[in-house]
């Protein structure tokens, strides 16, 4: 039985992760979304020496 409790103990630290990725992922699209633009919109690029 030792097996299946280990198991359980990993899942859940799986499905922690996957909440603190994931929210950290909707965070990331709803700051954009708060200041009034698109998530999928690219951000105006600023002229550096790479796009130039």
Known sequence: ?????ALVV????VIVVVMLVGGV????ELIPMA???QPTEQPVKQP???DA
Do not use: N
Request: glycine share 16%.
């Open 25 to 28: 992922a909707v965070f990331r």
């Open 10 to 13: 990993v899942l859940k630290l």
């Open 1 to 5: 039985m030792y097996e299946i409790g």
């Open 35 to 37: 200041r009034g633009r």
């Open 48 to 50: 550096t020496g790479e």
